[in-house]
């Protein structure tokens, strides 16, 4: 069964840090892209961040410098580092990969306080 597991998400002030994990397991991993989505209340999902199997990554202009993405291949773990972190980043944050069909995690919350 192909799944994602989100975890570390919280409340912070603003210019905080927080540390997302996402736990992949049903696939392998280390070939898949994965990628950070998020969605803040009354907007569409919105893409944050993407690393190839190759550790290649992508982000988003507005986190750009702020926030990274990295993998662990042997703990099928992607991670997002959120730093200086402000109230606009406000949103339920996915992460996702495509098997086949996209998959999604459950998702987790951050919220960051003015």
């Known amino acids: 069964q192909v799944q994602l597991v989100e975890s570390g998400g919280g409340l912070v002030q603003a210019g905080g840090s927080l540390r997302l994990s996402c736990a992949a397991s049903?696939?392998?991993?280390?070939?898949?892209?994965m990628g950070w989505y998020r969605q803040a209340p009354g907007k569409e999902r919105e893409l944050v961040a993407v690393?190839?199997?190759?550790?290649?990554?992508d982000y988003a202009e507005s986190v750009k410098g702020r926030f990274t993405i990295s993998r662990d291949n042997a703990r099928n773990t992607v991670y997002l580092q959120m730093n200086s972190l402000k109230p606009e980043d406000t949103a339920v944050y996915y992460c996702?990969?495509?098997?086949?069909?996209?998959?999604w995690g459950q998702g987790t919350q951050v919220t960051v306080s003015a």
């Open positions: 690393i190839t199997s190759g550790a290649d990554t």
């Open positions: 996702n990969t495509r098997v086949g069909v996209e998959i």
């Open positions: 049903g696939f392998i991993f280390r070939l898949n892209v």
